[in-house]
């Protein structure tokens, strides 16, 4: 699949925002040309002529048209690094300034509803409350652009705490509560809390608190999203060589088994996901899995198409 995906021109063309010659597969395939040329005409030269010199000439000119070529295929990696900072670093401005006048809406919206409901009639909620939907959106929006960014700049600060995870996940179960309502699901998850048993003491983790119930609520979000109503959702906690994993099972529409591979990819959403859910921008999981990697820990999955996944992270037990 690696080698199928590498040897894809068109794709990584697209994908890069350039034409095909241009493509670091590409470049690295006229390498080898190169190369494999070069060595034979070099043998051709050594067994038609005896006097060095001729062989001497022949190498010379092969290393120089080899640097020329290097040189040209590492301006054209330049060139695309130099875009890819431009790209990002235009991201992380726009994602600030639209921060301000996004959170002035909510504030706004949120008085209206709070301050002057009395005053208003139901129309006038409904639309209120729809905008302060929309810029609750946004703002998540911007939030999740400004992670990869600092992603992407290796500018993603964490702060390194003894966080409880069960408590996370206890919180989070709450705030969905009407969703899963809603849906006529049914949440296993058992409280760390009431366990006499060594196995069931409070899951502390070492973690950024607010990052992690990013993770957390980002998972649980999907799981929700992509199962069916009366669907089943399972959260399991457990204690592995110093880490606390966590696990959480859904028997949603799972991922096709040749997506997968991308699944971590930055705007990602596999094709059966956009049939259900036309929300989602697709930077969930790689901004979860990044988190979970710079706190020391890890992230994986298990997926089959219309039987349902299980995401996993594990991270280092305080």
Same mark, same amino acid.
């Given at each position: 699949?690696?080698?199928?995906?590498?040897? +894809?021109?068109?794709?990584?063309?697209?994908?890069?925002?350039?034409?095909?010659?241009?493509?670091?597969?590409?470049?690295?395939?006229?390498?080898?040309?190169?190369?494999?040329?070069?060595?034979? #005409?070099?043998?051709?030269?050594?067994?038609?002529?005896?006097?060095?010199?001729?062989?001497? #000439?022949?190498?010379? #000119?092969?290393?120089?048209?080899?640097?020329? =070529?290097? $040189?040209?295929?590492?301006?054209?990696? @330049?060139?695309?690094?130099?875009?890819?900072?431009?790209?990002?670093?235009?991201?992380?401005?726009?994602?600030?300034?639209?921060?301000?006048?996004?959170?002035?809406?909510? /504030?706004?919206?949120?008085?209206?509803?709070?301050?002057?409901?009395?005053?208003?009639?139901?129309?006038?909620?409904?639309?209120?409350?729809?905008?302060?939907?929309?810029?609750?959106?946004?703002?998540?929006?911007?939030?999740?652009?400004?992670?990869?960014?600092? =992603?992407?700049?290796?500018?993603?600060?964490?702060? $390194? @705490?003894?966080?409880?995870?069960?408590?996370? !996940?206890?919180?989070?179960?709450?705030?969905?509560?009407?969703?899963? $309502?809603?849906?006529?699901?049914?949440?296993?998850?058992?409280?760390?809390?009431?366990?006499?048993?060594?196995?069931?003491?409070?899951?502390?983790?070492?973690?950024?608190?607010?990052?992690?119930?990013? !993770? #957390?609520? +980002?998972?649980?979000?999907?799981?929700?999203?992509?199962?069916?109503?009366?669907?089943?959702?399972?959260?399991?906690?457990?204690?592995?060589?110093?880490?606390?994993?966590?696990?959480?099972?859904?028997?949603?529409?799972?991922?096709?088994?040749?997506?997968? !591979?991308?699944?971590?990819?930055?705007?990602?959403?596999?094709?059966?996901? !956009?049939?259900?859910?036309? @929300?989602?921008?697709?930077?969930?999981?790689?901004?979860?899995?990044?988190?979970?990697?710079?706190?020391?820990?890890?992230? /994986?999955?298990?997926?089959?198409?219309?039987?349902?996944?299980?995401?996993?992270?594990?991270?280092?037990?305080?």
């Amino acid at each position: 699949m690696h080698i199928e995906n590498d040897l +894809n021109l068109k794709r990584q063309a697209d994908k890069l925002g350039v034409s095909i010659w241009r493509t670091p597969s590409f470049l690295f395939i006229i390498i080898g040309i190169v190369n494999a040329v070069a060595m034979a #005409v070099t043998y051709y030269i050594s067994k038609q002529y005896d006097r060095p010199e001729f062989l001497v #000439v022949a190498e010379s #000119v092969v290393v120089a048209c080899i640097f020329s =070529i290097g $040189k040209y295929i590492i301006g054209q990696f @330049e060139e695309i690094d130099a875009l890819s900072k431009m790209k990002t670093e235009f991201v992380s401005v726009a994602s600030h300034q639209l921060r301000t006048p996004l959170s002035a809406i909510r /504030w706004e919206t949120e008085l209206m509803l709070s301050k002057l409901d009395r005053g208003l009639n139901k129309k006038q909620r409904k639309s209120i409350s729809t905008i302060n939907l929309l810029a609750t959106r946004m703002t998540r929006l911007v939030n999740d652009l400004l992670d990869v960014t600092r =992603i992407d700049q290796g500018r993603l600060i964490l702060k $390194k @705490e003894k966080v409880d995870i069960a408590r996370i !996940v206890t919180e989070i179960s709450g705030e969905f509560l009407p969703l899963i $309502k809603e849906k006529k699901m049914k949440v296993i998850f058992q409280s760390v809390r009431k366990c006499k048993t060594d196995r069931c003491k409070p899951f502390g983790v070492l973690s950024d608190q607010e990052k992690l119930k990013l !993770v #957390v609520e +980002n998972l649980f979000s999907n799981a929700i999203k992509y199962t069916g109503a009366y669907g089943l959702i399972e959260i399991d906690l457990s204690k592995k060589r110093g880490f606390v994993v966590f696990s959480i099972r859904d028997n949603g529409v799972g991922i096709p088994k040749e997506q997968q !591979v991308q699944v971590f990819s930055k705007f990602f959403r596999s094709d059966n996901i !956009v049939k259900y859910q036309t @929300e989602g921008t697709g930077l969930g999981l790689y901004i979860a899995k990044n988190i979970i990697e710079q706190s020391g820990g890890r992230m /994986w999955f298990h997926s089959r198409e219309h039987t349902g996944s299980i995401f996993s992270f594990s991270l280092p037990a305080a």
